[in-house]
């Protein structure tokens, strides 16, 4: 029989000074080439697991460890991370901390020289795998040249020089925009099936590497709580509630269909064999190409101006960089109090400089602000506003309150989780004043969707007090979520501008697993958006049911 | 903006040569500032820097390198000249503070405006180091004298910037706050994410083998004509300037009263470096085939 590439039985393991276990009896087997998701909340343990499957846990991180793990062969309890790089390579969340040396040549040949290699091997080990992963023409680019995508494809490359049996990645998109985040998670599956390479992957967001995957390992509380297919896991994260289930489960779970499908197109067979497909865009509504009409953009633009008062006005913003590129050109953004604005685009569009010429950080080279009082802003490391010991003395009692951390007044904000840490960090920026404006960038990465949840209560509450709220995102599900607005920026210039349903509905990459299921004209973003339009189209088939539809009314239409 | 030049992969003779002739020829140049505190010697170094750079396309970086070397200068020649006071031609005479009388003298001024000129010429030197050599290259060079020194080296020189946008970004965290939390409680915040970072760092060198790590193989490279021409300018700078120093040229005096030689032996302390850099951009072979590093 052949032996699984990991082994655990009865694995544990605690770190140093802490009394509950991060890892609780864990048994499991992965084979060689399978691709395996790791799924559960913030603190379950899939990290620490991770951690171990590498070997720093313990020898790293220290702490008591019991029970078996072996990978390769090894136990990690006898041997460390240096002996087990050797079966498996490692990915961590963020790239810019595990690039080590100056330009991507000499990155990638580290661990190659690590083992001693002459250089012709080195060079060819080099050559291969940056072919492989598509980075050959970044070879001879300087690490701090790189966007955030091409860094996590070189840490890649840089873990599978020496053809790992193993790799493990814990959060490796949380740093990147969709398309990079896609593109990743497709280079993954490549790599899997032409190699054979194991994966285990960390992630939040499920719907995006369900579909690649073979295999869910569910972790909660230290322990594997559900081992199954991707759509065995569906349905059983669908009776455990909604943290772990995806949109388009929560959409099918909704509708009373079963069993969900794990991937879009999946989802669109399953809804035409139900004899519920999508239709083609009708005129005036958003197009597949994510534009929406002459007429809607005018009457959206119109219905801002009319607004009485901006909470900030943005004219003709220029920010050009002294020796270097123009970061935003020309931008007009109005916004109303009580708005809630999602800004989206990809990396380098211009998202991050946009909020922090409105919070003043940076002086716009052209163009006027006006708002109508203090701006606050939450910036993508919560980390970098926690500098005290206590939590208490980052923010009163009643911010803690509001950040749902009562009773962790002593707690080390660096002992919080990521969402905790974000929660906090957003009541510092708040210093419990009322703000006109409160900007938020990049508030969702890494978190799971009970801290999404909570972000998105709080949103509501200074929406309702009379904030707009404007945020960064690349997270096209949660602004579906909670925006009463979309503005998409290009390379520094906004190029669409509206209702979510105009903007993300019928877009590519900027478009949410439920638009894309059930198509543009839906103009369905979220599940329950997307349930109220298949009850409705259900409705409308089974009236057609009893009188045939004509020919052109296929396939069937699914707006209300 | 950057003062101190950044390696960018270039197609000049300076990057096409292998990190060692290009770092020798940079070390030999810094030589010439150390042995020779001659006017004429160290403008001849720090033309020649300047010509090296504009030829290898980091004119820009140098003239970056500059505006940091200037403010140097600068204040040297202030410095010593309040505090020196050595010399016979009395500039200004100031008062007395704690005993000590402030008088500016002409020999002061001139000592301190030759201190300056080193210094700048130093500044300039490794600007063109900072600029043409690949660190990772220069990390090769001694890997196998000693791995994890030439490592802790890179790692070093790779996280400074990393720390820098950290430190940054901290910075910027404490102005959106509504009340400044005070430059100590940021910098002691900064040195926390620091000793982060590096754990982070040092986990993903574990994984990737580093502690197990050999002694890597030896690579035997062949010699381009780029290295010959850049390590022969070297060699020529450095044997030419000792050879001069040990003929007596390039000597000056600063006190008590300033007095500099101004001969033949002088001249060519001027030209060698002027000559020697140009060495690697003279010919068809400069010109033609050159390539990447």
Request: hydrophobic share 50%.
């Given at each position: 029989?052949?032996?699984?590439?990991?082994?655990?039985?009865?694995?544990?393991?605690?770190?140093?000074?802490?009394?509950?276990?991060?890892?609780?009896?864990?048994?499991?087997?992965?084979?060689a080439?399978?691709?395996?998701?790791?799924?559960?909340?913030?603190?379950?343990?899939?990290?620490?697991?991770?951690?171990?499957?590498?070997?720093?846990?313990?020898?790293?991180?220290?702490?008591?460890?019991?029970?078996?793990?072996?990978?390769?062969?090894?136990?990690?309890?006898?041997h460390?991370?240096?002996e087990?790089?050797?079966a498996?390579?490692t990915?961590?969340?963020?790239?810019?901390?595990?690039?080590?040396?100056?330009?991507?040549?000499?990155?990638?040949?580290?661990?190659?020289?690590h083992?001693?290699?002459?250089?012709?091997?080195?060079?060819?080990?080099?050559?291969?795998v940056a072919?492989?992963?598509?980075?050959?023409?970044?070879?001879?680019?300087?690490?701090d040249?790189?966007?955030?995508?091409?860094?996590?494809?070189?840490?890649i490359?840089?873990?599978?020089?020496?053809?790992?049996?193993?790799?493990?990645?814990?959060?490796?998109?949380?740093?990147?925009d969709?398309?990079?985040?896609?593109?990743?998670?497709?280079?993954?599956?490549?790599?899997?099936?032409e190699?054979?390479?194991?994966?285990?992957?960390?992630?939040?967001?499920?719907?995006?590497?369900?579909?690649a995957?073979?295999?869910?390992?569910?972790?909660?509380?230290?322990?594997?709580?559900?081992?199954?297919?991707?759509?065995?896991?569906l349905k059983?994260?669908?009776?455990?509630g909604?943290?772990?289930?995806?949109?388009?489960?929560?959409?099918?779970?909704?509708?009373?269909?079963?069993?969900?499908?794990?991937?879009?197109?999946?989802?669109?067979?399953?809804?035409?064999?139900?004899?519920?497909?999508?239709?083609?865009?009708?005129?005036?509504?958003?197009?597949p190409?994510?534009?929406?009409?002459?007429?809607a953009?005018?009457?959206?633009?119109?219905?801002?101006?009319?607004?009485?008062?901006?909470?900030?006005?943005?004219?003709?913003?220029?920010?050009?960089?002294?020796?270097?590129?123009?970061?935003?050109?020309?931008?007009d953004?109005?916004?109303?109090?009580?708005?809630?604005?999602?800004?989206?685009?990809?990396?380098?569009?211009?998202?991050?400089?946009?909020?922090?010429?409105?919070?003043?950080?940076?002086?716009?080279?052209?163009g006027?602000?006006?708002?109508?009082?203090?701006?606050?802003?939450?910036?993508?490391?919560?980390?970098?506003?926690?500098?005290h010991?206590?939590a208490?003395?980052?923010?009163?009692?009643?911010?803690?309150?509001?950040?749902?951390l009562?009773?962790?007044?002593?707690?080390?904000?660096?002992?919080?989780?990521?969402?905790?840490?974000?929660?906090?960090?957003?009541?510092?920026?708040?210093?419990?004043?009322?703000?006109?404006?409160?900007?938020?960038?990049?508030?969702?990465?890494g978190?799971?969707?009970?801290?999404?949840?909570?972000?998105?209560?709080?949103?509501?509450?200074?929406?309702?007090?009379?904030?707009?709220?404007?945020?960064?995102?690349?997270?096209?599900?949660?602004?579906?979520?909670?925006?009463?607005?979309?503005?998409?920026?290009?390379?520094?210039?906004?190029?669409a501008?509206?209702?979510p349903?105009?903007v993300?509905?019928?877009?590519?990459h900027?478009?949410?697993?439920?638009?894309?299921?059930?198509?543009?004209?839906?103009?369905?973003?979220?599940?329950?958006?997307?349930?109220?339009?298949?009850?409705?189209?259900?409705?409308?088939?089974?009236?057609?049911?009893?009188?045939?539809?004509?020919?052109?009314?296929?396939?069937?239409?699914?707006?209300? | 903006?950057?003062?101190?030049p950044?390696y960018?992969?270039?197609?000049?003779?300076?990057?096409?040569?292998?990190?060692?002739?290009t770092?020798?020829?940079?070390?030999?140049?810094?030589?010439?500032?150390?042995?020779?505190e001659?006017?004429l010697?160290?403008?001849?170094?720090?033309?020649a820097?300047?010509?090296a750079?504009?030829?290898?396309?980091?004119?820009?970086q140098?003239?970056?390198?500059?505006?940091?070397?200037?403010?140097?200068?600068?204040?040297?020649?202030?410095?010593?000249?309040?505090?020196?006071?050595?010399?016979?031609?009395?500039?200004?005479?100031?008062?007395?503070?704690?005993?000590?009388?402030?008088?500016?003298?002409?020999?002061?001024?001139?000592?301190?405006?030759?201190?300056?000129?080193?210094?700048?010429?130093?500044?300039?030197?490794f600007?063109?180091?900072?600029?043409?050599?690949?660190?990772?290259?220069?990390?090769?060079?001694?890997?196998?004298?000693?791995?994890?020194?030439?490592?802790?080296?890179?790692?070093?020189?790779r996280?400074?910037?990393?720390?820098?946008?950290?430190?940054?970004r901290m910075?910027?965290?404490?102005?959106?706050?509504?009340?400044?939390?005070?430059?100590?409680?940021?910098?002691?915040?900064?040195?926390?994410?620091?000793?982060?970072?590096?754990?982070?760092?040092?986990?993903?060198?574990?994984?990737?083998?580093?502690?197990?790590?050999?002694?890597?193989?030896?690579?035997?490279?062949?010699?381009?004509?780029?290295?010959?021409?850049?390590?022969?300018?070297?060699?020529?700078t450095?044997?030419?300037?000792?050879?001069?120093?040990?003929?007596?040229?390039?000597?000056?005096?600063?006190?008590?009263?300033?007095?500099?030689?101004?001969?033949?032996g002088?001249?060519?302390?001027?030209?060698?470096?002027?000559?020697?850099?140009?060495?690697?951009?003279?010919?068809?072979?400069?010109?033609?085939?050159?390539?990447?590093?």
């Open positions: 029989m052949r032996e699984p590439l990991v082994r655990a039985r009865g694995f544990s393991y605690a770190y140093p000074e802490r009394d509950r276990r991060a890892l609780d009896d864990v048994a499991l087997e992965l084979e080439g399978s691709f395996t998701v790791l799924a559960g909340t913030s603190g379950s343990g899939k990290s620490t697991l991770l951690r171990a499957l590498c070997g720093l846990v313990p020898h790293f991180h220290g702490g008591e460890a019991a029970g078996e793990l072996c990978v390769a062969g090894l136990d990690v309890r006898e460390g991370p240096a087990l790089a050797a498996c390579g990915v961590f969340q963020d790239p810019e901390s595990q690039v080590v040396m100056g330009g991507v040549r000499a990155e990638l040949a580290l661990a190659v020289e083992r001693g290699e002459p250089p012709a091997a080195v060079a060819r080990a080099v050559e291969e072919l492989a992963l598509g980075v050959a023409h970044l070879l001879d680019r300087r690490n040249t790189l966007s955030g995508g091409e860094l996590q494809r070189v840490a490359a840089a873990a599978l020089v020496h053809r790992p049996a193993l790799l493990l990645l814990d959060e490796p998109t949380s740093q990147l969709p398309v990079a985040g896609d593109e990743l998670i497709w280079l993954l599956r490549r790599l899997n099936e190699w054979g390479t194991a994966v285990v992957i960390a992630e939040h967001r499920l719907e995006r590497c369900l579909p995957a073979d295999r869910v390992l569910a972790i909660a509380g230290g322990r594997v709580a559900c081992d199954a297919a991707p759509s065995d896991f059983w994260a669908a009776a455990e909604d943290r772990l289930t995806t949109p388009l489960a929560r959409l099918f779970s909704g509708a009373g269909l079963e069993p969900p499908p794990v991937a879009v197109k999946e989802g669109r067979e399953r809804l035409r064999g139900a004899g519920l497909a999508a239709a083609a865009a009708p005129a005036g509504r958003a197009g190409d994510g534009h929406h009409s002459l007429g953009r005018i009457g959206a633009r119109l219905g801002r101006r009319s607004a009485a008062a901006a909470a900030i006005d943005v004219r003709g913003l220029w920010h050009e960089i002294e020796d270097g590129p123009v970061v935003l050109r020309g931008i953004l109005r916004v109303a109090p009580s708005e809630r604005v999602a800004l989206m685009g990809r990396n380098g569009a211009g998202k991050s400089t946009l909020l922090r010429l409105l919070k003043g950080l940076e002086a716009p080279t052209r006027r602000i006006e708002g109508a009082g203090a701006v606050a802003l939450l910036l993508q490391n919560p980390g970098d506003y926690l500098i010991e206590h208490i003395e980052e923010a009163g009692s009643d911010a803690l309150s509001a950040a749902g009562a009773g962790r007044e002593d707690a080390n904000p660096r002992d919080l989780s990521g969402g905790e840490r974000q929660r906090l960090a957003l009541e510092v920026a708040l210093a419990g004043q009322l703000r006109a404006v409160v900007c938020l960038d990049e508030p969702t990465r978190m799971d969707a009970a801290s999404k949840r909570a972000l998105h209560r709080r949103i509501d509450v200074l929406a309702g007090g009379g904030a707009a709220v404007i945020v960064a995102t690349h997270d096209t599900e949660f602004a579906a979520d909670f925006a009463d607005r979309v503005v998409l920026m290009g390379p520094g210039a906004v190029i501008d509206g209702a349903a105009d993300l509905a019928g877009g590519w900027f478009s949410t697993d439920v638009a894309r299921v059930l198509g543009p004209a839906a103009r369905a973003l979220t599940p329950a958006q997307g349930v109220a339009a298949l009850l409705g189209a259900g409705t409308d088939t089974q009236q057609t049911q009893t009188a045939p539809p004509p020919a052109a009314q296929t396939p069937r239409e699914l707006v209300r | 903006m950057k003062l101190v950044v960018r992969i270039g197609s000049s003779p300076l990057h096409a040569a292998g990190a060692g002739p770092a020798a020829l940079c070390a030999a140049l810094a030589l010439v500032c150390v042995l020779f001659h006017p010697v160290l403008a001849g170094v720090i033309a820097v300047i010509g750079g504009r030829a290898a396309g980091v004119g820009a140098i003239a970056r390198s500059l505006r940091l070397a200037i403010p140097l200068a600068v204040l040297m020649v202030a410095v010593n000249a309040l505090v020196s006071g050595a010399g016979e031609t009395l500039l200004v005479r100031g008062s007395s503070v704690l005993g000590h009388r402030f008088d500016i003298t002409l020999e002061a001024v001139a000592a301190g405006g030759l201190a300056g000129l080193r210094i700048a010429a130093l500044v300039l030197a600007g063109l180091f900072s600029a043409c050599v690949d660190p990772d290259a220069l990390l090769g060079l001694f890997r196998r004298l000693s791995y994890r020194s030439a490592l802790t080296a890179t790692l070093a020189t996280l400074v910037p990393v720390i820098a946008r950290d430190a940054s910075s910027d965290a404490a102005r959106c706050r509504p009340e400044s939390p005070g430059r100590a409680a940021v910098a002691r915040a900064a040195l926390a994410g620091t000793l982060d970072r590096a754990v982070d760092v040092a986990a993903a060198l574990e994984v990737r083998g580093y502690s197990a790590a050999r002694r890597p193989a030896r690579e035997r490279r062949s010699w381009s004509r780029h290295d010959r021409s850049v390590a022969t300018a070297a060699a020529v450095a044997i030419g300037s000792i050879g001069l120093l040990v003929a007596g040229a390039g000597a000056i005096e600063t006190a008590p009263v300033l007095v500099m030689a101004l001969g033949p002088e001249l060519a302390l001027t030209a060698l470096p002027l000559l020697a850099v140009a060495l690697p951009f003279a010919g068809r072979g400069a010109r033609l085939g050159v390539t990447h590093a």
